[in-house]
T-cell receptor, first 113, second 118 residues
Framework: AQSVTQLDSQVPVFEEAPVELRCNYSSSVSVYLFWYVQYPNQGLQLLLKYLSGSTLVKGINGFEAEFNKSQTSFHLRKPSVHISDTAEYFCAVSLQGAQKLVFGQGTRLTINP | DADVTQTPRNRITKTGKRIMLECSQTKGHDRMYWYRQDPGLGLRLIYYSFDVKDINKGEISDGYSVSRQAQAKFSLSLESAIPNQTALYFC?????????????????FGEGSRLTVL
């Protein structure tokens, strides 16, 4: 069965600094990969997804992620964060043709002024 | 209006009470899901349904039941609530996939129902 590990439970950064949120998955077959964001007191919304093709995926709000098949990773990056990026971020994986997503534990991103 | 609507948004109840969380969607999706979110544990799947006649257990179904009343409605019940069921519950939907393509698993979430069991 596939699993997802988000390596950092909390990431504090200063405003305008770069950030990377790490995600590794385990699966012996091809997968689809997702990052979701949860702003305070809200539901989850899709940030970006990798289905196929280019391994560098661009999402909303200036975020991007790179799929690395050999390292089974899908790390999320942003070159310059803003206070409004304060949220919890979830990495998720589904098998191609699969029926449900498996989520990581979440990473809480805190932006300090 | 939200595409996926959950009610109630917040509920406080006592141990042993029966609770129902309701979910309705206007996205026209066939697949519906219930997840619970706990700090440090991410989202864990409780039940999922691919159509009105197809309901499946997720990884943490004990203590829960569901009902798919229609394509657009999927409710979650706690027959006898206990304190460790205190959590944030999310309903989500997924498209079957357009003709010729497979479903990717992408989910569309409601805003969540916060349940506290005292």
């Amino acid at each position: 069965a596939q699993s997802v590990t988000q390596l950092d439970s909390q990431v504090p950064v200063f405003e305008e600094a770069p950030v990377e949120l790490r995600c590794n998955y385990s699966s012996s077959v091809s997968v689809y990969l997702f990052w979701y964001v949860q702003y305070p007191n809200q539901g989850l919304q899709l940030l970006l997804k990798y289905l196929s093709g280019s391994t560098l995926v661009k999402g909303i709000n200036g975020f991007e992620a790179e799929f690395n098949k050999s390292q089974t990773s899908f790390h999320l990056r942003k070159p310059s964060v803003h206070i409004s990026d304060t949220a919890e971020y979830f990495c998720a994986v589904s098998l191609q043709g699969a029926q449900k997503l498996v989520f990581g534990q979440g990473t809480r991103l805190t932006i300090n002024p | 209006d939200a595409d996926v609507t959950q009610t109630p948004r917040n509920r406080i109840t006592k141990t042993g009470k029966r609770i129902m969380l309701e979910c309705s969607q206007t996205k026209g999706h066939d697949r519906m899901y219930w997840y619970r979110q706990d700090p440090g544990l991410g989202l864990r799947l409780i039940y999922y349904s691919f159509d009105v006649k197809d309901i499946n257990k997720g990884e943490i179904s004990d203590g829960y039941s569901v009902s798919r009343q229609a394509q657009a409605k999927f409710s979650l019940s706690l027959e006898s609530a206990i304190p460790n069921q205190t959590a944030l519950y999310f309903c989500a939907t997924s498209d079957l996939g357009s003709s010729g393509t497979s479903n990717t698993g992408e989910l569309f979430f409601g805003e969540g129902s916060r349940l506290t069991v005292l």
